[in-house]
């Protein structure tokens, strides 16, 4: 066991502050990464702050981030797919039970003994788990991504969270080649998902209540906005869309966009509201919809999509910021002001 520098909250109310916390020494079949940047997803905050208590109650200290780029600095005995040297990526699982149903179909996100980044069971230290914001992490090979080395490191960090979770559905949902794609919000999620319909070759349609996001929905790739508060535009557009990614956390009118697909379309939820949304069955039924959820991916379907990105040159948009301005940056997200994802350059640990 080693101790590494990093940033933790020791209660729901507290900033997040510097501290050392425990690593365990490399295994047989472990990567030591150090991590070079780790971005901020909106669920690091909810952690911190304790918001998903009826749920996912947060252990302390909580050390947060699973949007995990670094390089390899030594491994296991018995590692086969990394080297020293080696840029490395670790999302939102660490560990999982490896012989459930879940595991042998390779989506691991839903396994009942999954161990996530952060404060999840630690079953080689005990307590919980602890995430990016530190300057290293001891991860199983088996959990541990080839990140593409022509990709700048600061945009490929969010790819291991918001990249897969918009990525997954589409290709769970088939060839969209040719498809009339709708991409519900222009956040941390909503850009990724215009850049994944547009690389796929959709026609990409932005739904968005802010005129302002116009401009930028189109510099991603979408080939239309609509401006979803604007009854007349919604209708004109009813009943065409083969697919549509709803990635909203806030309570809305779900309803408003089934009645945007097509006979046989799908909308699929990424984000989670608070409150339970209103589905009418009507509209379901009337055409045949369906309205389905997902989660991040499986450790196979998230290198093919970094593969995918390395390809494509797809990358996250981030606005880069030392670890000494986290909590300013958490401010900042609960008010949606970032284009489109914080990321953290870890290199600025070393000062503390």
């Known amino acids: 066991m080693y101790n590494a520098k990093a940033y933790s909250a020791a209660s729901a109310t507290s900033p997040l502050a510097s501290t050392t916390i425990p690593r365990r020494d490399t295994t047989e079949h472990d990567v030591q990464i150090e991590i070079l940047f780790c971005g901020i997803c909106h669920s690091d905050l909810h952690t911190v702050r304790n918001e998903w208590s009826s749920i996912m109650p947060t252990t302390y200290p909580c050390v ?8 390899v600095t030594s491994v296991g005995s018995a590692v086969t797919g990394f080297k020293p040297g080696d840029l490395a990526g670790v999302g939102c699982l660490v560990d999982s039970d490896h012989t459930c149903p879940s595991c042998q179909a390779n989506v691991e ?7 996530f980044t952060y404060n999840s069971p630690d079953k080689h230290l005990g307590g919980v788990t602890y995430g990016g914001y530190s ?47 709708g991409v519900v919000g222009l956040g941390g999620l909503g850009h990724m998902g215009v850049k994944f319909a547009r690389a796929f070759e959709a026609h990409v349609v932005v739904f968005t209540t802010s005129p302002g996001k116009k401009e930028d929905a189109l510099r991603l790739g979408a080939h239309k906005v609509i401006i979803s508060s604007n ?36 909308i699929t939820l990424l984000g989670a509201p608070e409150k339970p949304l209103a ?52 401010e900042r997200l609960v008010k949606s002001d970032v284009k489109y994802r914080f990321s953290i350059d870890m290199a600025t640990l070393k000062t503390e």
């Open 231 to 266: 009854a007349e535009e919604m209708q004109k557009h009813a009943g065409t869309f083969n697919f549509i990614l709803d990635t909203i956390a806030a309570e809305h009118d779900i309803n408003a966009y089934i009645n945007m697909l097509g006979r046989d379309g799908n």
């Open 279 to 330: 589905v009418s069955a009507f509209a379901l039924l009337f055409g045949r919809r369906s309205l389905s959820g997902s989660l991040i991916g499986g450790l196979k379907e998230t290198q093919e999509m970094l593969d995918f990105c390395g390809k494509n040159n797809i990358t996250s948009d981030v606005e880069v910021i030392p670890i000494q301005k986290v909590n300013e940056a958490y």
């Open 135 to 181: 300057e290293s992490v001891v991860v199983d090979e088996r959990f541990v991504l080839r990140v593409p080395a022509n990709l700048d490191l600061a945009g490929v960090a969010p790819l291991l969270c918001a990249g897969i979770t918009t990525y997954s559905p589409m290709r769970r949902w088939g060839n969209i080649k040719g498809k009339k794609v």
């Open 64 to 71: 947060p981030g699973h949007e995990i780029v670094g390089r």
């Open 109 to 115: 996100q839903f396994c009942h003994n999954a161990t």
